[in-house]
């Protein structure tokens, strides 16, 4: 192991055993690949269901930029390499922010008598990710799959990266980003696959038709659980 990681376990004090929230927390992974349109459904959903919705890269890319941030460098770096930035800091940020979420106390479906209700998009990225939440943090219900392809993928970030001013909406970059999508994150799908957690919606179609077909399969998981 690079002795940086060490020094960040060290920092982050992850190492309990017990997770952080309970059951009363409701937790849904939103996976795909880089443009699939993950951020997009999320703003649908959370108008819908009221979740709280946390993209692992947006809590990367404001670490990134807060000043004193000890991994600003680091973060930059596998953003523009297209890697995965190490678990400790994506699973630390993610648990920051669901703690601050669940301490608003807030209104509506699914936040009441400490209940909550998170979209955790475009994480786990990758098996070890997704080890140490379920850890720590805590079980993933469902995960989210918004599947298209490479063609459909790469047009919508290019198309983005012309207003996003996001580092990696190049096409070294986004070949970079497709690569650890193929290699390191389908491998996470295909696990919650065999565990029957992964409800797949083809994204190719057009917004409204994707929020359709998300917003049904998401009201028969919460009248499941909740
Ligand atoms: O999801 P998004 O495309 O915004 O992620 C941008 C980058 O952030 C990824 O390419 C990767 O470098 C990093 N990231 C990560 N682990 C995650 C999510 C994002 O390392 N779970
Ligand atoms: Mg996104």
Redesign the pocket.
Same mark, same amino acid.
């Given at each position: 192991m690079p002795a940086f990681i060490d020094k960040i376990t060290d920092t982050l004090h992850l190492s309990s055993h017990k997770t952080a929230f309970d059951s009363k927390v409701t937790v849904i992974f939103v996976l795909g690949g #880089?443009?699939a349109g993950?951020?997009t459904q999320c703003a649908r959903l959370v108008e819908d269901f009221g979740f709280c919705h946390l993209?692992?890269? @947006?809590l990367?890319?404001a670490e990134q930029h807060r000043e004193g941030s000890k991994y600003g460098e680091l /973060?930059q770096t596998? /953003?523009?390499?297209?890697? /995965?930035? #190490?678990?400790e800091?994506?699973v630390n940020l993610l648990k920051n922010a669901m703690s601050a979420a669940l301490a608003e106390q807030r209104a509506g479906d699914g936040w009441a008598d400490g209940r909550g209700r998170f979209l955790i998009?475009?994480? #786990?990225?990758?098996m070890d990710?997704a080890e140490m939440f379920e850890r720590d943090v805590g079980k993933a219900s469902a995960v989210l799959f918004f599947s298209t392809t490479q063609e459909v993928m790469l047009e919508r970030l290019l198309e983005r990266g012309k207003t996003s001013g996001?580092e @990696?909406d190049n096409v070294e970059?986004i070949k970079?980003?497709f690569n650890?999508y193929k290699e390191q994150t389908m491998p996470v799908i295909e696990h919650y696959q065999k565990l029957g957690k992964v409800i797949e919606i083809d994204s190719s179609i057009s917004i409204e038709e994707v929020h359709q077909k998300t917003k049904a399969a998401v009201t028969n998981l919460l009248s499941g659980s909740t």
């Open positions: #880089p443009g993950k951020g993209s692992a890269g @947006d990367l890319r /973060i596998c /953003i523009k390499e297209g890697t /995965i930035v #190490p678990m800091v994506t998009d475009g994480f #786990p990225r990758q990710q996001r @990696d970059s970079k980003r650890t």
